[in-house]
């Protein structure tokens, strides 16, 4: 680190605590939840990872439930940047943010200006907020109140979380690889919350001009 | 107290107080819609149940004969043809004579 660089709080304590149980919950319970669907082992071994899904449910639930009451406000500022749609989005889709002409021809094509997430990131962070709250709720009536769901309910459950589970393991794997991608983001969320404040300004100029303020040291 | 290692932050009036209230709004109604629609499916499934089990007590209620003992077939049944609960009669006759498993058909 620099130290004549400006640095921009990105990542908090709280966003970031709530992303490393997300983590640990969620990846198991994706490698779980795969196995699970396709069912390579023996009955013991399947219902130990039925076990750890389970588990594993309950601490991301608990995450989740200990964020929304805890960072309440982050979590409406995260609905109001993922659901906030200009031009620039419909742009952006159109050449899917420069990735794979960056990846595959070595080119840099210029993309248009973005906010804190780019388009991508606020559709995964619809299907994260949709998703996963669907997740949760049907996972629980799944494992703990089978017996008092009515008769066709358990089957609509079922295919929810099923539908919902691949669609949010498909987005992991592309969550993850752009996440390392990105390795000064990957650093700021995972280690001291900060990115350098021209970074930010090249990768999101919405979010610097509208969002960000210097503050009084 | 610790110096910040940052000069920059999110400005915290992103959200304006009117956005916040909107926001959280449709939020929590996105959250409790389907739970109502859940919470009544379940209701209604219960109520079937309910109306059943009280059914069945009012069935046992209006019955002039509650238990089985009282029954004055199946006493006239022992004392003219098999004898007593237990008997061999009685063994032949009422009882399962084999146990077959079908918790895999």
Redesign the interface.
Known sequence: MSKNQ?????HPWSVRSFHYLLVLSFIPLAITGLVLYFKPFDQLEMNLYMRIHVVTGVILTLDAVAYFVIG??R???F??RSFSFSVNDIKWFSILGGYPQKFLLRKKVSVPPMGKYNSGQKLFGICVLIGG?ILI?TGW?LWAFPH????G?GAVFGTLHLVFGWILVLFLLIHIFLGIYMFDDFKAMFL?G?IP?EEARGMAPLWVE??????E? | MKEKTYQYEENPSYVSRREFITISGIVIAILAIPSIWVRSAVVKRNSYIRARIKGLYRDDTESKVRVSHGNGGVAKLYSDFAGHPLSEVSEELFHTQSYINRTRI
């Open positions: 400006s640095w921009i709080l990105k309440f406000n979590v409406i500022a609905v109001k709250t709720a009536g008092t769901l009515p008769h309910m001291h900060k404040y509208k969002e960000i303020m210097k503050i040291m």
